[in-house]
């Protein structure tokens, strides 16, 4: 088992940043690639953001590239979600999910989910 809680998601406006922090327990961390996923009100959870075990290989969103970043630090089985220039669209409920390979954008491959924070972008 592995156990996954989020925090750093609060209320922002446009143009703003937010650090989203997901800290592991439980199993090595180190053995698990993570990802990022975030789910708006009435539409499906969606990927966003994956990391390898060894922090070497990253993939996003395409509406997320080149304004988040995905990083970890392993000696303190945290995932880091770094978001710049926030967008209204980017208001959702923010999840952390570990998964045993990398499996990237496919959310049916993680094994563990934590219960996820709520990022609110205001215009």
């Given at each position: 088992?592995?156990?996954?809680?989020?925090?750093?998601?609060g209320?922002?406006?446009?143009?703003?940043?937010?650090?989203?922090?997901?800290?592991?327990?439980?199993?090595?961390?180190?053995?698990?690639?993570?990802?990022?996923?975030?789910?708006?009100?009435?539409?499906?959870?969606?990927?966003?953001?994956?990391?390898?075990?060894?922090?070497?290989?990253?993939?996003?969103?395409?509406?997320?590239?080149?304004?988040?970043?995905?990083?970890?630090?392993n000696?303190?089985?945290?995932?880091?979600?770094?978001m710049?220039?926030?967008?209204?669209?980017?208001?959702?409920?923010?999840?952390?999910?570990?998964?045993?390979?990398?499996?990237?954008?496919?959310?049916?491959?993680?094994?563990?989910?934590?219960?996820?924070?709520?990022?609110?972008?205001?215009?």
């Amino acid at each position: 088992q592995v156990q996954l809680v989020e925090s750093g998601g609060g209320l922002v406006q446009a143009g703003g940043s937010l650090r989203l922090s997901c800290a592991a327990s439980g199993r090595t961390f180190s053995n698990y690639a993570m990802g990022w996923f975030r789910q708006a009100p009435g539409k499906e959870r969606e990927f966003v953001a994956a990391i390898s075990w060894s922090g070497g290989i990253t993939s996003y969103a395409d509406s997320v590239k080149g304004r988040f970043t995905i990083s970890r630090v392993n000696a303190k089985n945290t995932v880091y979600l770094q978001m710049n220039s926030l967008k209204p669209e980017d208001t959702a409920v923010y999840y952390c999910a570990a998964d045993p390979s990398y499996s990237g954008s496919f959310p049916n491959r993680y094994d563990y989910w934590g219960q996820g924070t709520q990022v609110t972008v205001s215009s």
